[in-house]
């Protein structure tokens, strides 16, 4: 009576995940352009860098984040597509870090997640 449930270990490794993905959809700015990273924009954002990629005088419209639309070059999106890529691998080496830390802890509902 009073005992509050042990917090089981996978239920804060759910939330870990839940955490990393919201913060990977989070969107970055990215030279002063607000890019969307959800899953669907950086399929869009591969499509655009490999297709600057092969041809390096290519520019397309790009709609941010903000709604508004910029007219980017190929070495733009290529810049924008690295960034975004190192936003993501942020995200899941915070997610590595923070796991283990959970793995580690005397009490896993205790760790912070912030990413």
């Known amino acids: 009576p ?3 449930p042990e917090v089981q270990m996978s239920d804060v490794l759910a939330n870990l995940k839940a ?3 919201a913060a ?5 700015t990215v030279n002063g352009i607000s890019v969307q990273t959800d899953d669907l924009s950086q399929q869009r954002l591969t499509s655009a860098a490999l297709a600057a990629q092969l041809d390096p005088t290519a520019t397309v419209r790009w709609k941010t984040a903000t ?4 007219t980017l070059t190929a070495s733009q999106i290529v810049a924008i597509a690295l960034a975004v890529r190192a936003h993501v691998q942020a995200c899941f080496d915070r997610e590595a ?13 205790a760790v912070t997640i912030t990413f």
Do not use: W
Not at 67 to 70: C, I, L, N, Y
């Open 24 to 28: 990977i959809s989070g969107g970055i």
């Open 67 to 70: 709604g508004e639309f910029v």
């Open 2 to 4: 009073g005992e509050l």
């Open 19 to 21: 955490a990393r993905d």
């Open 97 to 109: 870090e923070l796991a283990e830390r959970i793995k580690t802890a005397d009490d896993p509902g």
